[in-house]
């Protein structure tokens, strides 16, 4: 539905931390699917030397849970551009609760975001959802709340 380059123009975030691939599917303003391919050469592994144990490449959960809400963020701003608000505000992922990782993913693994708008509120929204790998659970995000916050204010 969205490859990268389109993808890059939607939300703020650049490289190295732009942590989506494609949209492979859609529901306006409810449910975004997304992907994130890893690979040996992601920046998280810079400073690893070339023997190193396979577990040590276990890609981090906070860069998974970031993948995660950067597909949350499309979604979210999507809503944002066809309501007529296009300001330089940037979505910051601001509380989570209820994750579960159920299993750690690696180079040559391609993750595949579900993330939910459970709810649009005032300050922000509250999502949910999970992630698989080759169809298989990887972690679930029970509850999120993303805000907007000035883009120019936040470094």
């Known amino acids: 539905m969205l490859e990268h380059a389109a993808i890059r123009g939607r939300i703020p975030h650049a490289h190295p931390m732009l942590h989506v691939d ?3 599917d859609m529901e306006p303003y409810d449910v975004i699917v997304t992907s994130k391919a890893i690979t040996g050469s992601e920046t998280c592994y810079a ?3 070339p023997s190193v144990a396979q577990h040590a490449l276990s890609y981090p959960p906070s860069l998974l ?3 995660w809400g950067q597909g ?3 979604l979210w701003l999507e809503r944002e551009r066809a309501e007529g608000r296009t300001d330089t505000d940037a979505p910051l992922l601001a509380a989570l609760r209820g994750i579960t990782f159920h299993r750690g993913v690696h180079p040559g693994d391609t993750l595949r975001h579900t993330v939910r708008i459970d709810q649009y ?3 922000g929204v509250i999502m949910s959802g999970e992630s698989r790998c080759e169809g298989e659970l990887v972690a679930e995000i029970g ?3 993303a ?3 000035p883009s120019d204010k936040l470094f």
Do not use: D, H
């Open 22 to 24: 494609r949209v492979l």
């Open 47 to 49: 400073r690893l030397g």
């Open 65 to 67: 849970i970031e993948s």
């Open 72 to 74: 949350g963020a499309l």
């Open 121 to 123: 509120t005032a300050a």
């Open 143 to 145: 509850y999120a709340l």
């Open 147 to 149: 805000v907007l916050r």
